[in-house]
């Protein structure tokens, strides 16, 4: 019996990350669907509808995980335009650093917005390398990200991979925290301890 093949990083920019579209859900739907994020089928939907729009984002970066003809994982982002966005979480990431640090830290900065792995792909380091794909381009090093503080293992994760937690999560345990990439330059002007 063969070996199954080795995953190949493959970064793809703007639009050419639409003939994967159908392959970036559905490992949404593998890596999110679980605890400890359960989304459901319509979140699912949301983001392969969205897919479109954010690959005509100015800087759109993906990097797909693919053994063969199978994708294993991918990240993705760009980089965020000022002013800095008011939907989705990004209100909880302005309310944690402030209007000054938000404006300085993350606008212009490469935005890490999904990073997926399927289940029988996660820790052999696929989602690492990934991270450190999609980012590698980001402007002067400035990258960063939002998590949930129900996912204590993607914290840890991005701990491990040298990305700094900028905000504090809220005191009842629910929300986002705001994390700077590991070459960052604002990673010395966090207030600690976090």
């Not at 509808?49 to 003809?69: K, M, Q, S, Y």
Request: glycine share 10%; aromatic share 8%; proline share 10%.
């Amino acid at each position: 019996m063969a070996a199954p093949p080795t995953p190949e990083v493959r970064v793809l920019r703007g639009e050419d990350v639409l003939a994967h579209a159908d392959a970036l859900r559905s490992v949404y739907v593998d890596a999110f669907c679980a605890p400890p994020w359960n989304e459901d089928e319509e979140k699912a939907a949301e983001f392969a509808a969205r897919i479109p729009r954010d690959a005509r984002r100015p800087g759109f970066t993906a990097a797909l995980a693919v053994a063969g003809r199978d994708v294993l994982g991918f990240a993705s982002g760009w980089t965020t335009s000022p002013p800095f966005p008011i939907d989705r979480c990004y209100p909880q990431a302005a309310a944690g650093l402030g209007a000054r640090r938000t404006e300085d830290w993350l606008c212009g900065a490469f935005e890490v917005d999904e990073l997926a792995v399927r289940p029988g792909a996660q820790g052999c380091g696929l989602a690492g390398e990934l991270l450190e794909a999609v980012t590698a381009g980001a402007p002067e090093g400035r990258s960063w990200l939002l998590t949930s503080v129900r996912a204590p293992r993607a914290m840890a994760f991005y701990h491990r991979q040298g990305w700094c937690q900028a905000t504090h999560p809220s005191p009842d345990g629910k929300g986002i925290v705001v994390f700077l990439g590991p070459r960052h330059p604002a990673r010395g002007l966090v207030p600690l301890p976090l």
